[in-house]
């Protein structure tokens, strides 16, 4: 059963613009979320993450939105870089005490020069 | 420092044999976690070790299993291989619990059954 779903495969954006991933959870009791970024033959890196008590957290370009009530987050890149090209991957935590966490599928954004 | 490293990075195992994968966290670190990467599949949790204890455990089948070193060094092993266990392993690492940037990832281990 996924509870962490990202159904968007795939996302292109034009270099400047910006870019809107989305995730959606079922689970109401998931306390934290990240997104990690993916590169071919890499490991996933941490990108960015939000507890549940915000709606919102910014680091740079990137800026993580939560909304509970739709159980839906997302992450605004702007402006959108080629170097941005990756698979991007959300994640949820349930557990403040354990690392388990709910991956999505992962959305491939792709940023056109 | 050093990143995660797991070995070996590419596998080629043929069904019904076992196979060991390795992963060295980062210096310090004491939690280990490991996923399973599949198409369409995203990141599928496996189980997670901290101080040689299991604390967590996915919804695999009883031949993955792993271990936990007292020098945090971990191994996953998959007894009677199957064609769908064919994927991406990754190892992830972590100081605690509960850091705010969740884990650091290892570049996987890229198992083909055949």
């Known amino acids: 059963d996924q509870q962490v779903k990202q159904n968007s495969p795939s996302l292109s954006v034009q270099e400047g613009r910006i870019s809107i991933l989305n995730c959606d959870y079922t689970?109401?009791?998931?306390?934290?979320f990240l997104w990690y970024k993916k590169y071919p033959a890499e490991g996933p890196t941490f990108l960015i993450s939000i507890s549940s008590i915000k709606d919102k957290n910014e680091d740079g370009r990137f800026t993580v939105f939560l909304n509970k009530s739709a159980k839906h987050l997302s992450l605004h890149i702007v402006p959108s870089q080629p170097g941005d090209s990756a698979v991007y991957f959300c994640?949820?935590?349930?557990?403040?005490?354990?690392?388990?966490?709910?991956f999505g599928s992962g959305t491939k954004l792709n940023v056109k020069p | 420092k050093a990143g995660v490293t797991q070995t070996p990075r590419y596998l080629i195992k043929t069904r019904g044999q076992q196979v060991t994968l390795s992963c060295s966290p980062i210096?310090?670190?004491?939690?280990v976690s490991w996923y399973q990467q599949t198409p369409g599949q995203g990141l599928q949790f496996l189980f997670e070790?901290?101080?040689?204890?299991?604390?967590n455990k996915g919804n695999f089948p009883g031949r993955f299993s792993g271990r936990q070193f007292s020098n945090s060094r971990s191994e996953m092993n998959v007894s009677t291989l199957e064609l769908g266990d064919s994927a991406l392993y990754l190892c992830?690492?972590?100081?605690?619990?509960?850091?705010?940037?969740?884990?650091?990832f290892g570049s996987g281990t890229r198992l083909t059954v055949v």
């Open positions: 070790y901290f101080s040689e204890t299991q604390r």
């Open positions: 994640a949820a935590r349930q557990n403040y005490n354990f690392n388990k966490f709910y």
């Open positions: 210096s310090g670190h004491r939690s």
């Open positions: 689970n109401s009791m998931f306390d934290y």
């Open positions: 992830a690492s972590s100081l605690a619990a509960h850091e705010s940037n969740g884990y650091t």
